[in-house]
């Protein structure tokens, strides 16, 4: 399916669309959405169909404004009312405890549902005129990496989706931080542009930081799921690795005795021997880093190259979305 900009005409097709039930693709601040009428179960099948994902993976549901919560979500909480009221139209989901008429095909048989208002205004639109939530996964097949520009997901879906709008290049480029807020205490399950100290400072309290950097086994209904916890996320095909900057020139040197051809996703490192080396140097602010790691990946996945070596960034807080990204997209988990 070739993109197509996201004109007022564009707009009112891709809206017919997904009263039909049809799948419509369309820019997000943070990464492109695969969009289906959330209160239909079949067209939420379709999304399922068309990634290769699990039906138990639940999705995030794109609403327009804040009355729209209501419509989703049962007793929202002072905390949610807070976070939206601060954050949104922005790059938070927040996990609600969910209506009982919420279809369970789009919360993946739980309880809990994922919301956000997005920040752009091609999404925006798209919410105004089809007046109703747009359940949208990051528009990729299963566990691979996210798209932040139409023809990525034309790459990835071809003509398992009905429409792309195009919008342009994501301006965030990382996906959505999550907070559930559906129990006692507020917790993080998803690293993103908003960051735990942001999101606490709001809530004037401190949240629990779920851990998900371990790969979990096979998905099992009774646990609830966490984002990202495959043994690899967001992924590129060639084998990707993740190496602190003074280990590189030894690691590269080993490849190229063995005559490997080496992609290498350079934070500040400047290789002295790179003729053989497919090499991509990455900004030093960790936002715009964010917002071309995903293409820059690309990139180097479709080199053809024995080995993608990654550059540790620095481990702060403004890196850590990053660093989650990093590490599902590698192969790191202790060695293996
Ligand atoms: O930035 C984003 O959030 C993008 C854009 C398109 O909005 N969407 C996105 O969707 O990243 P997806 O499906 O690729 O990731 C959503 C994650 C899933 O991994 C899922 O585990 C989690 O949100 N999620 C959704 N509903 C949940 C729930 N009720 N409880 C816990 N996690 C939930
Ligand atoms: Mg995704």
């Not at 919560?69 to 909480?77: C, F, I, K, R, T």
């Not at 790059?91 to 739980?110: M, S, Y």
């Not at 208002?117 to 639109?125: G, K, S, Y």
């Not at 590189?248 to 934070?267: E, H, S, V």
């Amino acid at each position: 399916m070739k993109p197509i900009f996201a004109d007022d005409a564009a707009i009112k097709r891709a809206t017919k669309l997904l009263q039909q039930g049809r799948l419509v693709a369309f820019p997000t601040e943070t990464v492109y959405g695969l969009g289906a009428d959330a209160s239909n179960p079949a067209a939420i099948n379709r999304i399922f169909k068309a990634k290769g994902r699990p039906t138990d993976h639940p999705l995030i549901v794109h609403i327009l404004n804040m009355e729209s919560l209501n419509d989703w979500a049962l007793n929202v909480p002072e905390s949610a009312k807070k976070l939206a009221a601060h954050f949104w139209p922005g790059p938070l989901a927040l996990v609600l405890n969910k209506k009982p008429d919420v279809p369970f095909e789009v919360t993946g048989g739980q309880n809990t549902i994922a919301l956000r208002i997005p920040d752009h205004p091609v999404a925006l639109e798209l919410l105004r005129a089809f007046d109703g939530g747009i359940a949208a996964p990051s528009a990729n097949r299963f566990c691979r990496i996210s798209p932040t520009l139409a023809s990525h997901v034309e790459e990835e879906l071809g003509d398992s989706v009905d429409m792309i709008l195009d919008g342009g290049a994501c301006g965030v480029g990382v996906e959505s931080t999550i907070v559930d807020l559906s129990g006692d205490t507020p917790r993080l399950l998803r690293p993103g542009h908003i960051t735990q100290q942001q999101i606490e400072a709001v809530l004037q309290k401190k949240i629990i930081v779920v851990d998900n950097s371990k790969p979990s086994k096979q998905s099992n209904n009774s646990e609830v799921r966490v984002p990202g916890m495959m043994a690899l996320h967001y992924a590129p095909e060639t084998i990707a690795v993740l190496c602190p900057g003074e280990l590189l020139t030894n690691i590269i040197r080993t490849l190229n005795i063995q005559n490997k051809k080496i992609g290498l996703l350079a934070y500040q490192f400047n290789p002295s021997e790179n003729r053989r080396m497919h090499l991509l140097c990455m900004p030093e602010q960790s936002d715009d880093y964010a917002k071309t790691l995903y293409t820059s990946l690309r990139d180097l996945d479709s080199q053809q190259l024995d080995i993608i070596l990654i550059e540790q960034p620095p481990q702060t807080e403004a890196w850590k979305a990053i660093n989650d990204r990093l590490f599902k997209a590698t192969i790191n988990y202790s060695g293996q």
